[in-house]
């Protein structure tokens, strides 16, 4: 095999980093579709069993597929370590058992993904791991929440769906001192326009589901991390309770990997677009995107992101019945919870990735009834522009 002549540039590792060639002189990467693998001897098997030798066991451990998958995430992230699973709530939930203990407490940022904020008070409360949830755009609070047995600092950046910024440095610091991990959910922003590990996070959780595929096609997540011995123990954890990427989707997700720089790109561009158009609507209240100049921390977001992010969420004049009116009224795009997609996907939040959570709790997140998710796809400007435009005319002018 040909030698690297030196770390690539991102856009090259994307489409290059971690393909591992075999005899058969395949161009493309190819899907191992084995639940185990061979030995030569007894004595090899003695030593890849017990740890002596590393190599391919079993498809719960590693396959080659997953590990090419790893290999050039972690690159991405610019990391040393990435442990692939079966799903992004899968990586959250193996990072978080194989870091904490009974009697450990938690400090999560309030705008966390619906399914992260019930994993943590029904599932980890239960086993008495308590969870104080803070602003993320208020450092202080997160100085104030620290208690003797905090294990662990838990965000999401920009949250979903107000598109709120948390400044990782300022957070990590606080972290630092109070002897706790730092972990971020990238599946906003994915490693092309932010790398939290490079200022200071500990852990970088994904939904390979959303961006990294970006095509809507399989279901996955990854774990990753600098630090060998935090990646020891997510690997022992995971492989005794079992969550593993299946070799086709780690497939699906390189194949993802290699347009992720370009599909980003677009995204954004899409994305501004679609916020100062609706910015400047009479039927819509608010626009939170983090590209505008009126979002409160576009400074901030300037200086951590390389681009902006293709979601954008928006208020418009009226409650639930003007929100889902508007998307009803779309005829293009896709009504789904899911995002990060090639095609653009409007969500009503309150009533569908957030309808599991106490009023109290949307509240919290400031998820209002006329608040609407669009995660911008990458079909032409005009046709997305045209029908959130068709979607608006629904809303009527009153209220
Ligand atoms: C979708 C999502 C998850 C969960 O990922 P799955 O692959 O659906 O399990 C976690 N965090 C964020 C921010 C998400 O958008």
Redesign the pocket.
Known sequence: MRKNAGRYHRQTAAIRHGQRRTAEREHNEPIFATSSFVFDNAEQAGGLFGGQTKGNVYSRFTNPTVSMFESRLAELESASHCVATA????A?TGTLLALLKSGDHVVASAGL?G??VSLLTTVFDKFDVKTSFVSMTDPKQWKLAVRPNTQLFFL?TPS?PLCEIADIEEIAAIARKAGALLVI?N??LTPILQRPIEIGADIVVH????YLDGQGRC???AIVTDDESIHEKLVAMLRTTGPAMSPFNAWTFIKGLETLPLRMKLHCTNALAVARWLQSHPRVKRVHYPGLQSHPQHELAKRLFTGFGGIVSFEVRGGKYEAWAMIDGTKMLSITGN?GDAKTTITHPATTTHARISQQERDRAKITDSLIRVSVGLEHIEDIIADLECGLEKVGSGG
């Open positions: 799903s992004g709530m899968a959250i993904f399914s992260t999401e979903n959910d599946a906003f939904t390979a589901t959303k279901v996955g997540g995002l």
